[in-house]
């Protein structure tokens, strides 16, 4: 049975919905990443913006993972980062990812589906029909990691490396940087 997102909405329309809902859990994902590694290396967001954010998620995991490793992290909280990113390829959720998002679709000889071509693939790959509920399956599943990277980030907020970043915010703040000081208050109410 084909998933609906609207009762009476047409196949595209749901394509296209769950192409967003893809790309919305993606950028989620790929954030939480983006602040843990800032909040590991005691940055403020704005500083890992303009330092981390070249690197895609795949990168943005693994950087996360070294430097848990070398802040010691405790075990329980290296080793979640580390099962995301297993269970993240087991999923092929890059490739899925980047096929539904990147690809070329067209109308699809399947029905309630679309024909994804990717043009960097070749033989059957090239060209692939993905039904709405794949679709769905997909953006759930994006989801799922991004909710587990939301809690990896939330324990490390129990760590005692957040009580490291908030003593280096206020020598920052001794120093006499008032526009420092700004962020901080920023950066907390941000938390809140």
């Given at each position: 049975?084909?998933t ?14 769950l192409?967003?809902?893809v790309c ?21 967001p704005?500083?890992a ?23 010691k992290f ?25 096929t ?5 679709h ?11 071509m ?7 790959k ?6 709405i ?6 953006g759930?599943?994006?989801a799922?990691f991004?909710?587990?990277a ?9 760590t005692?490396r ?22 901080i ?8």
């Amino acid at each position: 049975m084909p998933t609906t997102l609207i009762p009476g909405e047409d196949d595209q329309t749901a394509v296209m919905a769950l192409i967003g809902y893809v790309c919305i859990q993606w950028a989620v994902l790929e954030t939480t990443f983006l602040h843990l590694i800032g909040a590991i290396e005691l940055m403020l967001p704005e500083e890992a913006y303009i330092v981390f954010a070249g690197l895609d998620c795949r990168q943005r995991i693994s950087k996360s993972l070294v430097l848990s490793r070398h802040h010691k992290f405790p075990n329980r909280l290296t080793n979640r980062i580390e099962q995301l990113r297993k269970d993240m390829d087991k999923a092929d959720i890059f490739e899925l990812r980047n096929t539904v998002v990147h690809g070329a679709h067209a109308a699809s000889e399947q029905p309630h589906s679309t024909k994804i071509m990717m043009a960097r693939y070749s033989g059957p790959k090239r060209f692939q029909d993905f039904s709405i509920t794949d679709l769905r399956d997909i953006g759930e599943n994006v989801a799922r990691f991004a909710l587990e990277a939301q809690l990896i980030f939330e324990d490390y907020g129990k760590t005692s490396r957040v009580k490291e970043s908030t003593q280096h915010l206020a020598r920052e703040f001794k120093a006499g940087n008032l526009g420092l000081w700004v962020k901080i208050k920023q950066h907390f109410r941000s938390r809140a």
